[in-house]
């Protein structure tokens, strides 16, 4: 499981005192924790949910550092970049904006969906057929161009 292999690196960065991973991952951590005690009742999240909080913090790091790089603070744009690779070894690997293209291209075909009016269940379906595997914002931008192209 995802969330063990998490809390057995974490401890593997302690005894080493990588305060980077340390942090990072307890912060990973912390969400996860969060997102397992969120709504009803709590309930242990499958590798697949433990992923999309990963994404989520991973996300975050990202916004954080354009914004503090826009602000002129680069030393804690560096600490947030640095803080999203840690969290990048933990996901899949990214597409590229070929392999998107083609994957969407196939789940619209699949579920024939075209024009700009069936944009919710496009986005559904590609979500799925991509598994994660992109961020949300390229590929509604993929599906906007497919639904507008056919």
């Given at each position: 499981?995802?969330?063990?292999?998490?809390?057995?690196?974490?401890r593997d960065a302690m005894k080493a005192r990588d305060e980077l991973v340390t942090s990072t991952l307890r912060m990973a951590l912390t969400a996860v924790r969060n997102a397992?005690?969120?709504?009803?009742?709590?309930?242990?999240?499958?590798?697949?949910?433990?992923?999309?909080?990963?994404?989520?913090?991973?996300?975050?790091?990202?916004?954080?550092?354009?914004?503090?790089?826009?602000?002129?603070?680069?030393?804690?744009?560096?600490?947030?970049?640095?803080?999203?690779?840690?969290?990048?070894?933990?996901?899949?690997?990214?597409?590229?904006?070929?392999?998107?293209?083609?994957?969407?291209?196939?789940?619209?075909?699949?579920?024939?969906?075209?024009?700009?009016?069936?944009?919710?269940?496009?986005?559904?379906?590609?979500?799925?057929?991509?598994?994660?595997?992109?961020?949300?914002?390229?590929?509604?931008?993929?599906?906007?161009?497919?639904?507008?192209?056919?």
């Amino acid at each position: 499981m995802l969330k063990a292999r998490l809390e057995s690196d974490l401890r593997d960065a302690m005894k080493a005192r990588d305060e980077l991973v340390t942090s990072t991952l307890r912060m990973a951590l912390t969400a996860v924790r969060n997102a397992e005690v969120a709504g009803k009742s709590a309930r242990e999240l499958s590798d697949d949910e433990v992923l999309s909080v990963l994404t989520k913090e991973a996300k975050k790091r990202r916004e954080a550092a354009d914004a503090f790089a826009d602000a002129g603070r680069e030393a804690q744009a560096a600490k947030e970049r640095a803080e999203e690779e840690v969290l990048a070894g933990y996901l899949p690997k990214q597409l590229s904006e070929e392999e998107l293209t083609a994957i969407v291209r196939d789940a619209l075909s699949a579920a024939g969906l075209s024009g700009m009016s069936s944009m919710g269940p496009a986005m559904k379906a590609a979500q799925a057929a991509v598994a994660g595997r992109a961020e949300g914002g390229r590929v509604a931008a993929v599906v906007r161009a497919q639904l507008a192209a056919g």
